[in-house]
């Protein structure tokens, strides 16, 4: 065979395999793809494969690079087609017809998202060799009819919905249900209407089969970006330069009688991922009738009309080879079979998808059988698919009514009734026992209360690190944010077919972001011994702690159950709006002297202890890093005018007052606003309150025998000189307290870098932090200029344009934010070797964005409580990639 061109480098274009013998090796998936490179690792071990060539990835990318095929190509399949002429002794075009299939194939399995063709070779004249090699005319006519109909809807464009339809006619004047029943006449006449019907749409059906291998070649190669695909890779992070083959094959039939049949087998369970063998065939099929449902398919097992019983050499065969590939190959096969008048060829084989609970039962169980290391294992399983062992998953069997989809914010199914604002969540769910939804235009921190009782969160607006999805990511709710098809009003939304009134039941899947018409079962998760002995591996495996962001101790022992190694993020400002502590902090806001700010204070000082207290205790042994007040006040305060003048009331000040207050703390930007640092600048009595809170808490549980380790966070810091301005009265107060007990402790003082000019100073900003907390949320929105809870509006279409590989708020954005961190860490540690750096924005628990960190060399990063396994196998699958590419 000729070489590529120098455009291209000196790669072959086709490769062969069939006889025995393979052109290449199985580890070439880059270049073949995964089904290319199996077909040729399966024919060198002597299974029975029909013979084919694929062409290349290569090809691919020449095609889309040039809009046209490479000069050699042609020479090259036409060898291609005379080797496997040879191996199965007919003609491609002649009177002893070859047929073959073409299929795509990409180096990651991507099930059903692009074309596929078979029987081609097919015409008038080889249709009729067909039968007397066949001896079947019926077989020979329906294998015509379903090549035209595949054909015309793959290359033509002419959707395969027509061509059902005339078959369907044709039952029904035949008076017949099954397309069996139609005799070789009957298919005859299809095939005449089938043409017509091409003709009418205005497309002609070649008669030439090389030309209908070109055309099919073309759809397949055109496949790989269609909508479907494009979609696919998207959620699989798959590169669109990656490419598809595309393998051209020798037909074998299992249409050819009782003595026939295709099938698609497991070596394992892929729902539940036990060691049996587990798949569906039919008798007298071709494959596309397994996947497409056309016939309810049968079980692989000894039942009865099980594959064992009425094939059973065939079984007999297939159940050896299952074996060996598992073997050969080291994990769960999904192999396709086809049985020719009892004959058994394995047209592919691959890595099975699987469920959550299956990957990792698989993983445990082919280490405990010695089939892969302990390492392999980690390697094996997604990170993202924990998600779905740690929340309630919809039952795959209920049917569902999709109204809208909007962002999978925060994973898990629930059902509830709607309500639309929390104070009717907390009167449902407190004195009605019931079960609801919020659903809100956006949610703020005056909806805590809500969101707490809720089973699941809904919002119209926002992004994956909106208010809503960050709060419900830490509490483990479902959450469906930026939905967008929604219109929220009073005490309804609407979507463009159904409106939802207050009371009305509605499923979210988290998961997905679907928002499902009324209530669905759904399935609760089970962390069993594999569970616990897989994450045992993955803590032996990694150098990056995983923290936890939580506010109560409840979050905190939920993360402990985890195996979180402290808290990363501790916010303080979410204690503040619980019901009972919520007219003190406003209180603080509205007074107008520094004298009645601190009495208010004085009333919320012993809650913030409590709360601390409750933390420290369940993190006993390991550091809670708590971040001092960040929002603006005005979040804290009532806008709505009877709110206003119940609030009045309770502080004894006139109406008018109250909003003129409110007035002055409104604010145009408050994202860049009085907020953070400023606060802790223009009202220190602030900052020093919550401090002794902290020290306090600390002080009365390190005397009780506790082992307490606060770390302090002071956010939003630009300059050097706001950070040692805080810090100083900071260390002020904790010495205060320590005189007051008796008693000190070690405690660090930090920062928050989110401000590309902290990132940008870090070295004069380190001389005056303990540690670095990357607040990766705010770092994105003042790096890229945009916001987070505003930004879901557009993004979607810069994604789907490619200007944007990933959404920033969702995967870290390496370039641009990244470049910031890795020159604040530099110079921060060039001033203090020894600096502790983490990150605690949402970023943490998000995969790709934890092998970043510790390709950064960072300590810690700190997520919501049910990300940290999630996160915990990101870091050791980051270690060890990182040791493979320095061994290799």
């Known amino acids: 065979m000729s070489q590529s061109n120098s455009e291209t480098g000196d790669s072959l274009w086709v490769f062969s395999f069939g006889s025995g013998k393979a ?81 795509s194939g990409a180096r990651a399995s991507m099930p059903g998202m692009m074309d596929t063709v078979l029987n081609l070779g097919l015409n008038d004249l080889t249709v009729e060799g067909l039968i007397r090699q066949s001896s079947d005319a019926r077989f020979s006519y329906d294998s015509y009819r379903r090549f035209i109909a595949m054909y015309a809807d793959v290359v033509l464009g002419i959707h395969a919905s027509v061509f059902e339809s005339l078959l369907e006619e044709m039952k029904a004047s035949k008076g017949v249900v099954s397309d069996a029943e139609l005799g070789a006449l009957d298919l005859r006449g299809l095939i005449e209407q089938f043409k017509q019907t091409i003709r009418a749409h205005g497309a002609i059906f070649p008669e030439d089969p090389l030309k209908q291998l070109w055309g099919a070649i073309g759809a397949v190669l055109g496949s790989w ?126 890595h099975g998808k699987r469920t959550a609970a299956s990957a990792l039962k698989i993983a445990v169980d082919m280490v405990e059988e010695g089939l892969i290391t302990e390492h392999e294992a980690l390697l094996r399983v997604e990170p993202r698919q924990l998600d779905q062992l740690l929340h309630p998953r919809l039952d795959p069997s209920a049917s569902k009514t999709v109204i809208a989809t909007g962002l999978p914010a925060s994973p898990g199914a629930v059902s509830g009734q709607v309500v639309f604002d929390s104070e009717t969540a907390e009167k449902w769910v407190k004195q009605w026992k019931r079960s609801v939804i919020l659903v809100r235009l956006e949610t703020s921190p005056e909806d805590i209360h809500g969101m707490s009782l809720a089973r699941g969160i809904l919002t119209a607006r926002g992004g994956m690190t909106s208010h809503a999805a960050v709060v419900a990511r830490g509490m483990g709710l479902a959450c469906v944010s930026g939905c967008s098809q929604m219109k929220v009003q009073l005490k309804e939304f609407h979507t463009d077919a159904h409106v939802i009134r207050e009371g009305d039941w509605i499923t979210l899947d988290g998961s997905t972001g679907e928002v499902i018409l009324g209530k669905l079962p759904t399935l609760m998760p089970t962390l069993g011994e594999d569970f616990r002995k897989f994450m045992s591996w993955v803590d032996q495996t990694r150098s990056l702690e995983v923290r936890v962001n939580a506010d109560t101790g409840l979050d905190a022992r939920v993360a402990r159950s985890f195996g979180a190694q402290g808290v990363g993020l501790c ?53 809670v890093t708590i971040r001092l007040l960040d929002p603006p006040l005005h979040e804290f305060i009532p806008h709505q005018l009877s709110e206003i003048e119940l609030l009045a009331s309770k502080l004894g000040i006139a109406v008018e007052q109250l909003q003129k207050k409110i007035q002055k703390l409104h604010e145009f930007n408050p994202m860049l606003g009085h907020r953070g640092c400023r606060l802790g600048v223009s009202y220190p009595e602030i900052y020093r309150t919550q401090v002794r809170a902290i020290f306090e808490a600390a002080c009365e549980l390190s005397q009780q025998g506790f082992k307490v380790q606060p ?26 307290v320590f005189k007051k007990y008796g008693h000190s402790m070690d405690y660090r003082i930090g920062t928050m870098i989110e401000l590309p000019r902290a990132a940008l100073t870090a070295s004069e900003i380190a001389q005056y932090a303990d540690f670095f907390s990357f607040g990766t949320n705010d770092l994105t929105q003042t790096t890229w200029g945009l916001s987070r809870d505003d930004s879901g509006s557009f993004l979607n279409a810069y994604l789907e344009a490619g200007i944007y590989e990933d959404d920033p708020f969702a995967t870290l954005d390496r370039v641009g934010v990244g470049r910031l961190m890795k020159l604040a860490i530099e110079e921060g540690r060039l001033k203090k070797p020894h600096l502790k750096i983490g990150l605690c924005g949402e970023h943490g628990g998000e995969p790709s964005s934890v092998e970043y960190c510790h390709e950064l060399h960072l300590d810690y990063v700190s997520c919501s409580p049910y990300r940290i396994p999630i996160a915990k196998l990101a870091a050791s699958q980051a270690y060890l990639r990182a040791q493979i590419k320095c061994k290799g």
């Open 571 to 623: 916010r303080t400002e979410h204690m503040f709006f619980d019901v009972n502590r919520i007219d003190a902090v406003r209180e603080m806001i509205v007074a107008e002297t520094s004298q009645a700010r601190h009495l208010a204070l004085e009333k919320i000082l012993p809650m913030q202890k409590s709360d601390f207290q409750a933390i420290f205790q369940e993190m006993e042994g390991f550091p």
């Open 225 to 350: 970006m269609s909508p479907r695909a494009v979609v696919y890779r998207q959620l699989h992070k798959i590169p669109e330069e990656w490419g598809t083959a595309v393998t051209v094959q020798a037909m074998v039939f299992g249409n050819q009688g009782n003595d026939c049949a295709t099938g698609v087998a497991f070596t394992r369970d892929p729902s539940t991922g036990e060691r049996t063998f587990f798949g569906e065939f039919l008798i007298n099929a071709q494959g596309e009738d397994v996947v497409a449902g056309v016939r309810t398919p049968q079980k692989i097992d000894a039942s009865e009309g099980g594959l064992q019983q009425l094939l059973p050499a065939a079984y007999a065969q297939l159940w050896d080879i299952q074996q060996v590939l598992e073997k050969h190959y080291r994990d769960m096969q999904d192999i396709e079979f086809t049985i020719e008048k009892g004959k058994l060829y394995i047209l592919q084989t691959r």
């Open 23 to 103: 052109q290449a090796t199985e580890d070439q998936k880059e270049l073949l793809g995964g089904k290319g490179a199996n077909l040729q690792g399966m024919t060198r071990l002597g299974l029975p494969v029909p013979p084919g060539f694929t062409l290349s990835t290569e090809v691919c990318r020449y095609f889309y690079a040039y809009q046209k095929y490479p000069q050699e190509l042609q020479a090259e399949v036409l060898e291609g087609l005379k080797q496997v002429e040879a191996s199965t002794g007919r003609t491609f075009g002649g009177s002893n017809p070859l047929l073959v299939s073409v299929r």
């Open 711 to 736: 770390e302090i966070m002071i956010p939003l810091v630009g300059d050097w000189r706001e950070l040692k301005f805080v810090r100083d009265y900071c260390v002020e107060e904790a010495d205060a």
